[in-house]
């Protein structure tokens, strides 16, 4: 996630997540979207195009309503970038007027594309979804499908409908730990889990986020994991509770919560504070 972050300021992630009891991404500065995978689906064809049934692609779709403008890139949560600059090269070549651009990435041993595929359109096992980028205004035509292969076809469609494509002779993608099946590897992190199951109190100084109101009132005093009070910091949705917050029902105002944040604030630069 660091990467990530270290690679331009101007940056969304929004992360599909199917399983609201184990929603382990609440430590980082990230969109969660609930999605359901309940649903059958059955093949359309037997051709090597399509794979088995892989519902979790469907997701991407999910997360499209969110995004209006800039580039889209996606990344599975078993796979990783090889460095902090990796989003800015990608960055680079669509600044330069390319609307899609497709780099080397690295799964297990292998490398795709591979020499007699690079810089071509993209094959069937010689493209994956963490190798290419394209701008939003394509959205529509990058519709996935509930099958294996899906990022084959979906880069496909685009490299044929978008006419400034750019190829990065770099790996700036990988599986993080061996052949890229899906590993949940944050998971087996001791300390994120510990982050999930320890509770703390917390003050709400803000219900405003970029895609709505959350359900809280300012200056109401809840308890939460400590991994989703991390990311409640950061976005400026709360601060650690003070024995200073005035409680609820006395009819606290805006102006009443901003002066304590201050005093707060003060404490935590003069370290009498610990967060």
Not at 141 to 147: D, P, S, Y
Not at 171 to 184: E, K, T, Y
Request: glycine content about 6%; aromatic content about 10%; some cysteine.
């Amino acid at each position: 996630m660091g990467n990530i972050y270290k690679s331009t300021d101007n940056i969304n992630i929004f992360v599909s997540i199917d399983d609201k009891s184990n929603d382990y991404t609440i430590k980082y500065p990230v969109y969660p979207i609930f999605v359901d995978k309940t649903k059958d689906y059955h093949l359309p064809d037997a051709t090597i195009n399509y794979g088995r049934v892989m519902t979790y692609n469907l997701y991407f779709n999910s997360m499209y309503a969110r995004i209006d403008k800039g580039l889209i890139l996606y990344l599975d949560d078993d796979d990783c970038y090889t460095t902090e600059n990796s989003i800015q090269k990608v960055v680079d070549e669509y600044k330069k007027g390319n609307e899609l651009i497709i780099w080397k990435v690295q799964i297990g041993n292998k490398i795709i594309p591979e020499p007699d595929y690079f810089g071509k359109e993209p094959a069937v096992f010689q493209i994956s979804g963490i190798g290419f980028a394209f701008d939003s205004k394509y959205k529509d035509q990058a519709i996935w499908e509930e099958f294996k292969r899906g990022d084959f076809r979906v880069a496909k469609k685009l490299y044929n409908i978008i006419p400034n494509c750019s190829h990065i002779k770099e790996i700036l993608a990988c599986s993080q730990d061996g052949a890229h099946h899906g590993l949940s590897i944050d998971l087996k992190n001791d300390k994120i889990v510990n982050d999930m199951e320890k509770m703390i109190k917390v003050t709400i100084v803000s219900n405003k986020t970029k895609h709505g109101t959350l359900d809280f009132q300012i200056g109401e005093t809840i308890e939460i994991s400590e991994a989703k009070a991390k990311q409640y910091f950061i976005h400026g949705i709360a601060v650690p509770y003070h024995e200073d917050i005035i409680p609820l029902e006395k009819q606290i105002t805006e102006n009443d919560v901003k002066k304590v944040v201050k005093k707060i604030e003060k404490e935590i630069k003069a370290k009498k504070v610990k967060i």
